[in-house]
């Protein structure tokens, strides 16, 4: 299932980005290929993957992102971080920073301050180009 998916995946980000650079399109254009959770090491009793929030895959590519490069690493089983953890603020605070926002701005929704990253997120320096 997931390698007939990845048959279709593969060739498709390739020719988006090919065509981005070709267009001089890709330093301005964040491509993120992302899902919400990862998925367990662990197959379930139901021959399948549950949620997975210790572990995700991310891939980031143009709009000010450094390419050609893994950053981070699971333990041999994929239970644990071992190399480089990132938190969902950091992330986010990278995703905004290519796209100039300032990711420690604030909103109001009511009286109620809402802030686009949590304190202390910093951007990801080793993934800015």
Known sequence: CHKANLRVLDPAWSALL??????G??????V?????????????N???RDHFI??????????????????????????DVKDKPVSEGDLFATIY??????????????TRPIWATPEGSKPIK????
């Open 18 to 23: 090919d065509d981005l650079h070709e267009r």
């Open 25 to 30: 399109r890709l330093k301005d254009t964040l």
């Open 32 to 44: 993120l290929w992302m899902g919400e959770v990862g998925r367990t090491p662990q197959i379930n």
């Open 46 to 48: 139901r021959a399948g």
């Open 54 to 79: 210790r572990g995700w895959t991310i891939v980031l590519a143009g709009g000010g992102i450094k390419g050609g490069q893994v950053y981070g690493a699971t333990d041999a089983d994929g239970t």
């Open 97 to 110: 920073t290519t796209l100039g926002i300032n990711p420690r701005v604030k909103h109001m929704v009511g």
């Open 126 to 129: 080793d993934l800015l180009g």
